[in-house]
């Protein structure tokens, strides 16, 4: 009985074979082909400006645009203000966002689709507009702060610091957390603190890889508001030595990916400790 | 109205014990136009174990809420140990809850979550660790101690949440409807764990659930909600032998509901005077309605009987007939070794003794 199965098994499987793995094979093709355009669509401009980088002014290649970094005026500067303002705009974006958000889903969860729209204004609103806008309402003393970026800056990293946050609240049930921890005795900063931004972290961590993404790259509003951040230096250097610009521009586009990096690697890292931790005991 | 009424039985279960006394007085609280609680009161006795009954929406959940502060009330007043705490915060109401969704810390392994409680109380690190393990070990999960929720079964993640409502020694222990969410074996498993470490720790505990199993085989008392409101306040017993209104008879337990007329002397039940209890006269309105347990109803084979089974039901130990007679449908539980002698159309007599017979209003609409 057992071999008449095993022939009937074999004899419909071998002539399925061709007909069952055609349709697979055409999508495995079909994901081939958008994965390489897409990797064509961002690979190419960042091989065409890394070469670009590594010439001298003849066309050959060299190392000397790269070597001339360390020497430029101005570099050192752009680039402690743009980390700074980095920092600064994402404990102000965390600090006012995180407890906003868990209110909201909390205490006001009609006002739900009106934060989703409030929240994507920034994208929508052209940046001239919101510079001038924001200019004309500042004070003085914080119109000559470069900071006054970090308060624009806040702004903008709005859409995609609601969005992650929102996603990782709507993964926990909320309402059930914060009642266990205040039954157990804790208030709303101990909840806060020890409940619920723990197991937000990811959420928090995503936020903040996309803050500082922005505040790194971040152009028209610097340049607006007349401050020499990383990018504003670089296309104003580019008037002077293209190349080295270009070489600076590769760098902080390696260090950027690098400090994204580390973020994304400390929470991983956060995880497979707990793992280990929970297997261990 | 019922002929029998029976609003309060006082605790028999009332032991000398750390548990505090509850009183809920006259809690009134609206949600928009809906009254989620409608002037409810109940007294809970030291250590009493307490289980609030009723279908969904009769507000048995927001009187639980109230009592740990998450809801506040219209009017009325939340008492325990003698103080009043209607407006004090659920974090300094001294109250451990088991919720009915899973309500551990994602962030925290089985102990931590225990020990959570203790840190906000200060204790040092030896002490909560040691009570931590003294907890789960109560709950039988002290191999599990490292472990985190998502690495725990449902009935094992409500066994912490147990443990970590009991870590901090609560006043009143709240039960949300904590077994709900679980199978059915691992439901009996905990239920009469959660009875024993209820019994031999003697806390207050208020038990929410719709489900009267639940509910009749672990409290004191049960308090039957309807409408906001206790219909009933009861021992288990006292509450199936003797329900004060029809709706209580018929949410616990199960009735069946047949016409009857006023007699002289009590009421016309198929085909002859049943004499009842009290006075048929003072229940109001024309026509009435008895209620009859299955286990009340018996039947016996007769060729010209005038009722017929119409439905078999098996049952393990009993089996359940329906049986058509006089335009109702009557449920009666026989012994299964007995139920042979039943088959789909088969001719029946029925019997309920006058004990048994509840009188109400007719049920409008019929």
């Given amino acids: ?281 | 109205m019922m002929l029998e009424t029976h609003q309060t039985t006082p605790s028999p279960l009332a032991p000398p014990s750390s548990g505090a006394p509850v009183v809920l007085d006259g809690l009134v609280r609206h949600f928009g136009s809906t009254k989620a609680l409608d002037g409810f009161s109940l007294d809970i006795a030291p250590g009493e174990f307490v289980a609030l009954l009723g279908p969904s929406g009769c507000g048995k959940t927001t009187a639980l809420r109230v009592l740990a502060g998450f809801e506040h009330v219209d009017a009325g007043r939340v008492i325990v140990d003698g103080a009043e705490v209607s407006s004090v915060a659920a974090q300094r109401r001294d109250m451990g809850m088991v919720f009915q969704s899973y309500s551990l810390f994602p962030n925290m392994s089985a102990r931590d979550n225990v020990a959570f409680g203790l840190q906000l109380r200060h204790q040092r690190a030896s002490q909560r660790r040691a009570r931590a393990g003294e907890l789960l070990e109560l709950v039988g999960l002290s191999v599990h101690a490292g472990k985190y929720p998502h690495q725990l079964s449902g009935g094992q993640q409500q066994r912490v949440a147990l443990a970590r409502a009991l870590a901090i020694e609560p006043r009143v222990l709240l039960l949300d409807e904590p077994l709900s969410a679980l199978d059915a074996k691992v439901r009996a498993e905990l239920r009469d764990q959660i009875r024993s470490l209820q019994q031999r720790l003697a806390i207050t505990t208020v038990f929410v659930t719709h489900d009267q199993e639940e509910a009749l085989s672990m409290a004191d008392r049960v308090c039957v909600m309807s409408h906001g409101r206790a219909e009933q306040v009861a021992t288990p017993s006292a509450l199936y032998a003797q329900p004060s209104t029809a709706f209580v008879a018929e949410f616990v337990g199960v009735s069946s509901r047949v016409q009857v007329t006023r007699a002289r002397d009590g009421v016309e039940l198929f085909g002859r005077t049943v004499r009842i209890r009290g006075d048929v006269a003072s229940i109001p309105g024309g026509a009435l309605d008895a209620l009859l347990r299955p286990e009340d109803v018996e039947v016996r084979n007769a060729p010209d009987g005038p009722g017929f089974v119409t439905h078999i039901s098996f049952l393990g130990a009993t089996t359940r007939l329906e049986i058509g007679i006089g335009g109702a449908t009557v449920k009666a539980d026989v012994r299964s070794s007995d139920a042979d002698a039943f088959e789909l159309g088969t001719r029946v007599v029925v019997s309920v003794s006058a004990r048994d017979v509840l009188v109400t209003e007719r049920r409008p609409g019929r």
């Fill in chain 1, 1 to 281: 009985m057992a071999s008449v199965v095993a022939d009937n098994f074999l004899g419909s499987e071998t002539p399925m074979a061709p007909f069952s793995t055609g349709p697979r094979r055409r999508i495995r093709w079909g994901r081939g082909l958008i994965m390489l355009l897409a990797g064509a669509y961002f690979l190419i401009p960042i091989y065409a400006a890394l070469h670009f980088s590594l010439q001298d002014n003849n066309g050959n290649f060299s190392l000397a645009p790269i070597r001339a970094i360390p020497s430029q005026p101005g570099l050192g500067a752009a680039f402690w203000l743009s980390a700074r303002l980095a920092i600064v705009t994402t404990v102000l974006t965390m600090a006012l966002m995180v407890p906003t958000v868990i209110y909201v889903h909390l205490k006001l969860p009609r006002l739900k689709r009106a934060m989703e729209v409030i929240t994507i204004l920034p994208i929508v609103i052209p940046p001239i507009v919101l510079i001038l806008g924001v200019l004309h309402a500042s004070p003085l003393w914080l119109k000559s702060s470069p900071y006054m970026l970090s308060l624009v800056y806040v702004i903008l990293a709005m859409p995609f610091v609601y969005r992650s946050l929102d996603a990782g609240l709507n993964a926990l049930d909320l309402k059930t957390l914060v009642e266990a921890s205040r039954s157990l005795g804790a208030g709303w900063l101990s909840t806060l603190w020890r409940v619920l931004v723990p197991n937000l972290r990811s959420a928090i961590l995503s936020a903040t890889v996309l803050t500082v993404a922005l505040v790194l790259g971040e152009f028209t509003m610097a340049s607006l508001d007349l401050w020499e951040t990383m990018p504003v230096w670089i296309v104003n250097f580019s008037q002077t030595n293209a190349h080295v610009s270009t070489a600076v521009a590769m760098l902080s586009l390696i260090a950027t990916w690098l400090l994204l990096t580390l973020i994304v690697s400390l929470d991983r890292s956060q995880s497979r400790r707990s793992r280990r931790r929970s297997r261990l005991t």
